[in-house]
């Protein structure tokens, strides 16, 4: 019973990683909260409904290009709404609030032209097969979230490490003026970062969307509370915590589930939130700076 | 006006409108409440969770407890500031994203909670049947008394404190201004005018629901006070004026409200970060 709930809560966690992974990368590199990060979540989900539904695809198409469509749509979202405020070096709650306009703006669009009716993925779509192992059940979806949230963290690791486009990344992420000087592109690098994070977000929308198989046009919207949760607890732009605090938040809520009672689950994140703002604000690892006043 | 005396007519237009006087005073009074918090560089995307916990606070109390309104509309503006005593203990000390991330999350297990404690708040369905004990001349009250409140402070020698806070919050602690009181001053009483709002909004519509104080009315709230700009404490006011009556005069707009308000504070921010009504208070000599 204990070992199927944990097995439970680290494939909820990791949809809480993947999902928080992306969001803490802008704030990591790019010193902004971006708010419309909920909506690449929703945009990547009905991308790959769409194609999904319109054109048969498989999930092996549908979810490369639902979460390179929203990469796509985050590098022309923060073009749109930062350039100008990265230019005057304005400060972190104007682009916030610049951020928090335009998701309303567009979830409520898309609200507008879809419904906000709950539409799910056609029937058939993935396996939902489980398979039993030592009296452990896990869906092959559950496999797959699991799997491509190795994949791509594997793959974000190599590419900050190894590659001169992450060297680019970590130095923009340093200073700004000192990447520049350095004959750093710093437009292209923070076009890079936001789709990065935005096809984070996508696929974390098409793998959730597929586990609850339920999408919205707010979907995004209500995932945020878990990415607050989860970017705070792990220390703003911290990766490494993002990821460990996603799983522990996943097994959290499924342990109150499974031992105290349902509802309780859903105070869960907000509660490790504020606790963690009184007594760690730095976060899990310490590394974020807590900027005191 | 054919056949009817003035006081029929008037009698007639309050019957039609009433709904929509009474929104233009609550959302008046929660532009204020923005406006408040804002005032001091601070930025709260909270003050719909506070409407909410006072609406759902008054509602309950009424309902449940049959307390008389002179006392519930007091404890629906406690409960909300004990909230805010819990958020802004940590965040007010860190910086300015803390606050902002916590009071949006604050909305979201809030509208959670709402609908999943069905015993005690009714669910998805609400809490309906809230006798309407919110006159109108209540709601225009409280909404002078606010408003002149702040026009008063905002002379004095808060007021200047509170706009060198704005302006640089590290000097203004430099010349002595006692930087932690003022935020979580600040954020108390704009917790409070929140929870009156929202026990004058329950008090006058007799049903509330889980999804009224999510999301979109925290970022339409916001709309009001970068509409208005916040200059004075009456523009806010009039920010929320606008965008309230708006989607009532112009009926095809309906669909795109929140679209609008949404892209009003993309606009504000960018392009007119002191808001349409750009005025300053001329200090007290």
């Not at chain 1, 963290?153 to 350095?182: C, H, P, S, W, Y």
């Not at chain 2, 002149?148 to 002379?155: D, E, I, N």
Request: proline share 3%.
């Amino acid at each position: 019973m204990l070992s199927q709930q944990l097995v439970n809560g680290l494939v909820l966690g990791s949809t809480y990683a993947l999902f928080a992974l992306g969001f803490t990368l802008i704030f990591g590199v790019l010193r902004v909260i971006n708010l419309t990060y909920g909506f690449y979540f929703s945009i990547g989900a009905f991308v790959a409904l769409t194609v999904a539904r319109e054109f048969g695809a498989t999930i092996w198409v549908a979810l490369p290009v639902g979460a390179l469509s929203a990469g796509v749509v985050a590098v022309v979202a923060d073009w749109i709404l930062l350039t100008r405020l990265r230019r005057a070096k304005a400060g972190e709650l104007a682009s916030l609030m610049v951020t928090l306009g335009a998701v309303l703006a567009l979830y409520s669009l898309m609200a507008v032209f879809i419904g906000t009716d709950i539409q799910r993925f056609p029937f058939g779509f993935v396996d939902n097969t489980a398979i039993e192992f030592g009296g452990i059940r896990i869906s092959l979806v559950q496999m797959l979230i699991v799997g491509t949230t190795f994949v791509l963290v594997a793959v974000l690791f190599l590419l900050l490490q190894r590659t001169k486009l992450g060297l680019m990344i970590r130095a923009l992420a340093e200073n700004e003026d000192a990447a520049r000087l350095m004959g750093i592109n710093v437009g292209l690098t923070v076009a890079a970062v936001s789709f990065l994070s935005g096809t984070l977000g996508g696929a974390a929308g098409v793998l959730i969307g597929l586990n609850f198989n339920a999408i919205q046009p707010f979907m995004g919207e209500h995932m945020m509370l878990r990415g607050f949760a989860v970017i705070i607890i792990g220390g703003l732009g911290d990766i490494r915590g993002a990821l460990i605090a996603g799983v522990l938040l996943g097994v959290l809520e499924v342990l109150t589930a499974g031992y105290i009672s349902s509802n309780a689950k859903e105070a869960v994140a907000f509660t490790i939130l504020v606790l963690t703002l009184w007594f760690r604000p730095v976060g899990l690892f310490g590394r974020a700076q807590a900027k005191r006043a | 006006m054919d056949g009817m005396t003035m006081a029929e007519w008037l009698d007639d237009f309050l019957f039609t409108y009433e709904t929509l006087i009474h929104a233009l005073g609550v959302n008046g009074l929660l532009a204020l409440s923005m406006y408040c918090v804002m005032a001091v560089g601070q930025l709260s995307l909270g003050q719909a969770a506070f409407m909410g916990i006072g609406a759902y606070t008054g509602a309950l109390l009424t309902l449940n407890l049959g307390l008389p309104f002179w006392l519930v509309l007091p404890l629906s503006a406690l409960a909300p500031a004990v909230v805010a005593l819990v958020i802004g203990g940590p965040t007010l000390r860190l910086s300015g994203v803390y606050l902002a991330i916590s009071t949006i999350a604050l909305g979201e297990v809030l509208r959670v909670l709402y609908i999943n404690a069905e015993w005690l708040t009714g669910g998805a369905l609400g809490l309906s049947g809230i006798p309407r004990k919110a006159d109108l001349w209540l709601i225009y009250l409280l909404l002078f008394l606010a408003v002149l409140g702040f026009w008063a402070v905002g002379r004095s020698k808060i007021g200047r404190a509170m706009e060198a806070m704005r302006e640089d919050e590290a000097v203004a602690g430099v010349m002595g201004v006692n930087l932690p009181v003022y935020k979580m001053g600040a954020l108390v009483v704009s917790a409070m005018l929140a929870g009156l709002a929202g026990c004058l909004t329950a008090h006058s519509n007799s049903f509330i629901g889980p999804n009224e104080f999510g999301f979109e009315m925290a970022v339409t709230i916001l709309s009001f006070a970068l509409l208005g700009g916040i200059g004075t404490p009456i523009a806010p006011v009039i920010g929320a004026l606008v965008l309230t009556s708006l989607p009532e005069i112009l009926r095809p707009l309906q669909d795109f409200r929140l679209v609008i308000n949404g892209l009003i504070i993309v606009v504000a921010v960018l392009f007119l970060p002191r808001g349409v009504i750009p005025f300053r208070l001329r200090r007290a000599p």
